[in-house]
Structure formats: C-alpha cells, structure tokens
C-alpha cells in the first residue's frame, strides 16, 4: 500500500510558478513509476508528465513541454513537479499517481493516487 500527498499548490498570476511535491509513503518507491496528472472542472483527468524509477527517463504532454520539469528524490520518497511560465488554462486539481512496475514511461495506469492539491492561474 503506498499512500500519496500532494502540497505546493496555490494561485498564481499568469507566467508565474508553482513547485508540487508529492511525499509517498512505503519502502519501495524508487520501484514506482510516478506521474502528474490534472482536472480542470467540467473536464477528464489528464495526463501532465510521467518519471521512471532512476529519475533519467521522463516524458510530458505536448501541453506543458518546456514549461513542466518532472523529478524524483527517491531518498525522500517525494516526487516534484516544477511549473513555469504558467497559463490560466493550467488551472486545475494536480493529482500525483504511482504504478508499481512499470518499465516503460510512455504512459501509466495507475495503481495510487494522491487526493490533489489546486492550481490556480489567474489572467
């Protein structure tokens, strides 16, 4: 059982930043593949960015490419997202989300997730 906890979240003016971290509970961490995934109201859960369990291989949506930067500290058992250069359209609950396993980080299926924290970027 691995349990997820979001912080960082918070308002932010457009083009600005927000770091998110996400601490996991558990001793096998650095055997999860961990991602970043986000709801804005009215929409589906979608998928932000994906690290592997080294930290080397990541992977993002064209979305956030370039603004988004994914990274792990597995000592810590925590997960990072830092965001730049932020967009209204960004605004959204930023969930964090584990699968066990995985040796790939072209997508996941999540087998915990966190419970979100809110981002939200104002005009």
């Known amino acids: 059982q691995v349990q997820l906890v979001e912080s960082g979240g918070g308002l932010v003016q457009a083009g600005g930043s927000l770091r998110l971290s996400c601490a996991a509970s558990?001793?096998?961490?650095?055997?999860?593949?961990m991602g970043w995934f986000r709801q804005a109201p009215g929409t589906e859960r979608e998928f932000v960015a994906i690290?592997?369990?080294?930290?080397?291989?990541?992977y993002y949506a064209d979305s956030v490419k370039g603004r988004f930067t994914i990274s792990r500290d597995n000592a810590k058992n925590t997960v990072f997202l830092q965001m730049n250069s932020l967009k209204p359209e960004d605004t959204a609950v930023y969930y964090c989300a584990a699968e066990f396993g995985r040796s790939t980080v072209d997508g996941m299926t999540p087998d915990y997730w966190g419970q979100g924290t809110q981002v939200t970027v104002s005009s």
């Open positions: 558990g001793r096998t961490f650095s055997r999860y593949v």
């Open positions: 690290i592997g369990w080294t930290g080397l291989t990541t």
